[in-house]
C-alpha cells in the first residue's frame, strides 16, 4: 500500500470523528476521545501494513497521514458548523 492510498484512509477514518468532536465541548472528554481513538486505529494500521506488506515507517508517510489527519476533523468540524448546525 502506498502513502497517499494510506493517507486517504486515514482521511476517512478521521472525517466521522472529526463531527463528534465538533458536536463536543471544547477539551471535554468526549472531544478528547474524538481526537485520540482514530489515532489509535491508525497506529494499528501502520503496524499492520509494516507486518504484511514489508513496508516500513518513512517520515513523508507519516506526514501525509498527519496532513490527512488534520484535514479531515478540520473539514469535518466545517461542515457540522455551517451546514448541519444552523438547520
Given at each position: ?78 461542515i457540522y ?7
Amino acid at each position: 500500500m502506498d502513502n497517499i492510498t494510506f493517507a486517504i484512509i486515514v482521511f476517512f477514518l478521521a472525517f466521522p470523528f472529526g463531527f463528534l468532536r465538533a458536536k463536543s465541548k471544547f477539551k471535554s472528554r468526549d472531544w478528547m476521545l474524538a481526537i485520540h481513538i482514530p489515532v489509535v486505529f491508525i497506529i494499528l494500521m501502520r503496524i499492520y501494513n509494516k507486518m504484511h506488506f514489508h513496508i516500513g515507517f518513512s517520515w513523508i508517510s507519516l506526514l501525509y497521514n498527519v496532513i490527512a489527519f488534520m484535514l479531515a476533523q478540520y473539514l469535518a468540524g466545517l461542515i457540522y458548523q455551517k451546514w448541519i448546525k444552523k438547520n
